[in-house]
């Protein structure tokens, strides 16, 4: 009996892997066409066609288009969060410059390497927020939180330049998600089809020298 057991276990685990292959395969494919698209512009047979699936078979495993988005912005804030997560483990110990370096290159690369999620991501936002808003809230809220608080408490010990915490995090967000969001401008603007990676270092160095001369100002 025990040996039936197994190999039914076994099998019920094989089942989930496959299932979560294919939600993953779905959701790669669901991020670029809601990036190209956004949410109301994006069919469920257009993300299914690219993911080598007929509209009902991609729908048993998401049964509607929301669900679908829903998981993709998880994902896209799972992988997010965990990239910026240096300000949120950092120390008394640690110097604000390499804590600040590290979290400045994170969001370059993820500008780098998930422009899509990115793009899904602020689309989302500036629409409002209207379909993710409390996921918004509940996660990415406190974190910012927090990395104010860091930052604060850099200033109050005179490790950092007397700044507006609050504003000085909207910058960088800003300065390093452009790279992603507003690519195809950048790279028109300096007469490419795409940003380089050598376009990504000379923003790293560009930004790390504008934010960096908060904590040797401090100094």
Same mark, same amino acid.
Request: net charge neutral; with cysteine; proline share 3%.
């Given at each position: =009996?025990?040996?039936?057991?197994? %190999?039914?276990?076994?099998?019920?685990?094989? *089942?989930?892997?496959?299932?979560? *292959?294919?939600?993953?395969?779905?959701?790669?494919?669901? %991020? +670029?066409?809601?990036?190209?698209?956004?949410?109301?512009?994006?069919? @469920? #047979?257009?993300? #299914?066609?690219?993911?080598?699936?007929?509209?009902?078979?991609?729908? $048993? $495993?998401? /049964?509607?288009?929301?669900?679908?988005?829903?998981?993709?912005?998880?994902?896209?804030?799972?992988?997010? &969060?965990?990239?910026? !997560?240096?300000? #949120? +483990?950092?120390?008394?110990?640690?110097? /604000?410059?390499?804590? &600040?370096?590290?979290? @400045?290159?994170?969001?370059?690369?993820?500008?780098?390497?998930?422009?899509?999620? !990115? +793009?899904?991501?602020? =689309?989302?936002?500036?629409?409002?927020?209207? &379909?993710?808003?409390?996921?918004?809230?509940?996660?990415?809220? /406190?974190?910012?939180?927090?990395?104010?608080?860091?930052?604060? *408490?850099?200033?109050?010990?005179?490790?950092?330049? /007397? @700044?507006?915490?609050?504003?000085?995090?909207?910058?960088?967000?800003?300065?390093?998600?452009? $790279?992603?969001?507003?690519?195809?401008?950048?790279?028109?603007?300096?007469? *490419?089809?795409?940003?380089?990676?050598?376009? $990504?270092?000379?923003?790293?160095?560009?930004?790390?020298?504008?934010?960096?001369?908060?904590?040797?100002?401090?100094?």
């Amino acid at each position: =009996m025990a040996g039936k057991n197994e %190999v039914r276990t076994g099998a019920a685990s094989r *089942r989930m892997q496959n299932r979560d *292959r294919v939600e993953a395969d779905i959701a790669a494919v669901a %991020v +670029r066409v809601f990036a190209e698209c956004g949410y109301e512009g994006t069919s @469920v #047979a257009a993300i #299914a066609e690219g993911a080598g699936l007929s509209k009902q078979n991609l729908m $048993y $495993y998401f /049964p509607t288009k929301l669900e679908l988005y829903r998981r993709v912005l998880d994902g896209v804030l799972d992988d997010w &969060l965990e990239r910026m !997560s240096s300000l #949120a +483990r950092t120390s008394d110990e640690d110097a /604000p410059a390499d804590v &600040l370096r590290a979290y @400045v290159q994170a969001k370059l690369r993820f500008s780098r390497e998930q422009p899509y999620a !990115s +793009r899904v991501y602020a =689309m989302e936002v500036i629409g409002g927020a209207q &379909l993710y808003g409390e996921q918004i809230r509940e996660r990415v809220v /406190p974190v910012l939180k927090r990395d104010i608080e860091v930052f604060e *408490r850099w200033i109050a010990t005179g490790r950092m330049a /007397p @700044v507006n915490a609050t504003h000085l995090l909207f910058a960088i967000w800003a300065m390093t998600q452009s $790279y992603a969001d507003f690519a195809p401008q950048m790279a028109l603007v300096l007469g *490419r089809r795409q940003l380089l990676k050598k376009d $990504y270092d000379e923003a790293e160095e560009t930004i790390l020298a504008l934010v960096l001369a908060t904590t040797r100002a401090a100094g």
